[in-house]
């Protein structure tokens, strides 16, 4: 980033870069989720790929981001078209987020999926680096 | 539309074709609002582009559509930049919205924008045919 | 309501009463599905009791609404506890909603429930006075 | 929480109990943000006490979270009213927010907030503990 954060001096003076990385994806993932279940979706290759297009570019607006890749899972979704109310609203389990985040030294990977044995979306750090906390 | 629809057997059966129209418009407009609202955004135009497209294509999906129009107004946009925190997020105000809708003999559109007069981000019916009720 | 209405003349002039108290109440459906979709919620009665009158007071502040009955069907939610992922988001399927609109001589009940039929969360005009369009 | 997590194995093994405390009340804070912005609200009290108390009993529901503390900021709400377009919609800016977490040994106290001096809803850490990461 190079750039000075004019947050910092609201943060803990105990903070890390690394904590701060994990912070940034954290915020992310909980808006992803929060601001995009609910949208209207169907088993539609092209519409899958503009929304993850928009959920990638948006997203990424927010703070210390250096990438956001989503996948939307059509498997689980229905077709659409029999009748006019034959299609679904996005839900957690559709979705598989990765964010990517650098503050300082340190570069996080925060994950966001529907892992089966949970029955849950959850959300967690898949990686961060430097490996020294 | 041509097909049958399913769900006619629910509505009070006094609604007539242009009611039926006028309320999956509402529907629409109301959805729009409070799904997209609250989205990272900044004084970008191809990001502008694909997130109008996004409304677009999902809302599309929703009964009776058949076209959604979104504009985004840039000019009440900051540009993005100076820090990492320089930018806004999607607000009413932002958004001209026009839902085509169309059951049975009745075509109407639905319109949502931000009236200064009003200080309100007003949704409203445009046009609706047949011209009698 | 007595009130002149600001916004009348925004309309198309052919608009009767009975198509705007229609139209102000799919609004409003529109409006619950996609803000409260996604809220974290158990099988705990005082939380549902608490919830749905936050979405019964906030939007009988839309517009001709006279009343907003909101009921969350605690039967389909999962009991919390076991492990702190425990628990599931609000979705359409919970929720059973009644909006009552009135707009110059015409009242509408607008509901919103889920269909187990149609496999889909169906928004529909229950009744609307008076009977003649 | 003496609990054993079922979800800590697919964390990085090098996130440290501050790391994770971190980690959990950032994504509350994006959920809130991203959630609550758009809610209908005017300036009353008794509206805003049980819209800070919903957020805070749902949001308490996710994982790891020992307190959620919400102030709507009624300052700068319109009052309802002269028409029935005078009221406005959940702002970040309306909002001050405190997440309490607990994982392992550590505690984090979260926060949201709207800076002026960013013109920026800020998220921030506001306090860890144990004081060494």
């Keep these: 980033m190079g750039r000075i954060d004019p947050a910092k001096k609201y943060f803990d003076p105990s903070i890390t870069d690394r904590e701060r990385a994990i912070f940034e994806g954290g915020i992310t993932l909980g808006a992803i989720y929060h601001q995009f279940v609910g949208i209207p979706v169907t088993k539609n290759k092209k519409l899958a790929k503009i929304l993850e297009k928009v959920i990638t570019e948006t997203m990424k607006i927010q ?7 989503v996948r939307i899972n059509l498997k689980k979704l ?3 078209g029999k009748t006019p109310y034959s299609y679904e609203t996005l839900k957690g389990e559709h979705l598989d987020v990765k964010v990517k985040t650098s503050y300082g030294k340190a570069k996080a990977i925060l994950r966001m999926r529907y892992i089966p044995k949970l029955n849950y979306t959850l959300m967690y750090v898949e990686k961060v680096t430097p490996k020294k906390p």
Tied chains: 1, 2, 3, 4.
């Design 63 to 69: 703070p210390y981001k250096t990438d956001v890749k």
């Design 78 to 80: 229905k077709k659409s």
